[in-house]
Structures are given as structure tokens and as C-alpha cells.
């Protein structure tokens, strides 16, 4: 079966520092790996996917991750944090199946000091 | 940029109501979802739907739960007896086809069962 975890549950950050979430999953075969952002009282916001391929890959907001399958993790970078960055970030894995269901982490909350 | 949509955006029912939550996917999108959010919760997977039919679905999705899409634009969940554990951000989700993996979120739903 396929989890998520997100070790940290919130993660407080100045605004203009780094940022980095942690994500690690657990999957028989190649997965499918994707970061979500959800702001307060919001939908669902995809910021970027790694299917294959390069594993450096980049998304909206300036955003990026980095797919190591050595340590089963995609983790999400951002070198310069605003304070619209605050919200809750949720990393999620699928398959490459005919229902493609996601599994969701428990998500990591970010809170920006100025 | 083409989004799904979802109605009503809150909702407050009584235990025992029947309940429909309503989603517009993205048109040309073949693959639909539902999931649901407890609060403080994880995103849980709960049915995905293709060709007029459900392809996979979780635990949670028992008798009380079905899906349907009744017309060419619309996907809806019906609750049939709600329950208070219920409550929850029930969001639908759509991806295009195979090979096209990415799904794409709605603003949710926000269901209060008391």
C-alpha cells in the first residue's frame, strides 16, 4: 500500500529565509509525486509533479523539488519565502492506474514571520 | 484557465439528512474523484469514477455513499443518511486521460453534520 509522511507538522520561517518541507513515501514501484498547497479556507492548489525524468523539477510560486528514490523522498524547496507563502502544504503520491487514487501526507503547516 | 467548480460551498444539514455535493469538473475531463478532509485531518481518498461507472473506492465510501454523474457536465456525492463524523471538506477532483495524471482540485465543500 502507498503512504506519505510528512515529519514536520509546522514549520515557522522568516520572510526571505529558505524554506524546505520534508516528504517521504512509501511505494512498490515508480510513483507518481506531486506538492499541493492549500491556504486558509481553500481548495487545493497543485505547485508542481515529478512523473519521470529529470528529478529536479520546478513549479509555480518559485517553488521546486527534488525526487531521490535512494531515499524515498521528494522534498519541497523555496530559496526566498514571502509572506504569501503561508498556508499548509500537502505532498501526495499516485499510480499509474485506472482510478489513480492520491495518497495525501499529513501535511506540513508554514508560518512566516515577518 | 479552465477550473472545477463546487457547490454549495457550505453546507449544514441535520443527522439523518440526505445530502448531494455538487462538482463541475474540468470539460474534457474523464476521470473524476472525491475526497474528504476531517478537520485537522489528512486528505482522504474516498471514490474515483470513470466511463459511468466507480473504478476504485475507499473503506469510507459504504452504502450510505454514491456517486453519479446524471449529465455531461455535472459529478455529484450523495450522502443518504448523514452521520455527525460526516463533517469534513469534501473536495472533487478531475484529470484529462491516461497519461495525463495530473488531478485537479476543487475549492471544496464544507459539510457541518449536527
Known amino acids: 500500500a502507498q503512504s506519505v509522511t510528512q515529519p514536520d507538522i509546522h514549520i515557522t520561517v522568516s520572510e526571505g529565509a529558505s524554506l524546505e518541507l520534508r516528504c517521504n513515501y512509501s511505494y512498490g514501484a515508480t510513483p507518481y509525486l506531486f506538492w499541493y498547497v492549500q491556504s486558509p479556507g481553500q481548495g487545493l492548489q497543485l505547485l508542481l509533479k515529478?512523473?519521470?525524468?529529470?528529478?529536479l523539477v520546478q513549479g509555480i510560486k518559485g517553488f521546486e523539488a527534488e525526487f531521490k528514490r535512494s531515499q524515498s523522498s521528494f522534498n519541497l524547496r523555496k530559496p526566498s519565502v514571502h509572506w504569501s507563502d503561508a498556508a499548509e502544504y500537502f505532498c501526495a503520491v499516485g499510480r499509474k492506474a485506472a482510478g489513480n487514487k492520491l495518497t495525501f501526507g499529513g501535511g506540513t503547516r508554514v508560518l512566516v514571520k515577518p | 484557465e479552465p477550473e472545477v467548480t463546487q457547490t454549495p460551498s457550505h453546507q449544514v444539514t441535520q443527522m439523518g439528512q440526505e445530502v448531494i455535493l455538487r462538482c463541475v469538473p474540468i470539460?474534457?475531463?474523464?476521470?473524476f474523484y472525491w475526497y474528504r478532509q476531517i478537520l485537522g485531518q489528512k486528505v482522504e481518498f474516498l471514490v474515483s469514477f470513470y466511463n459511468n461507472e466507480i473504478s476504485e473506492k475507499s473503506e469510507i465510501f459504504d452504502d450510505q455513499f454514491s456517486v453519479e454523474r446524471p449529465d455531461g457536465s455535472n459529478f455529484t456525492l450523495k450522502i443518504r443518511s448523514t452521520k455527525l463524523e460526516d463533517s469534513a471538506m469534501y473536495f472533487c477532483?478531475?484529470?484529462?486521460?491516461?497519461?495525463?495524471?495530473?488531478?485537479?482540485f476543487g475549492p471544496g465543500t464544507r459539510l457541518l453534520v449536527l
Open positions: 477532483a478531475s484529470r484529462g486521460l491516461a497519461g495525463a495524471e495530473t488531478q485537479y
Open positions: 470539460s474534457n475531463h474523464l476521470y
Open positions: 515529478y512523473f519521470s525524468g529529470d528529478t
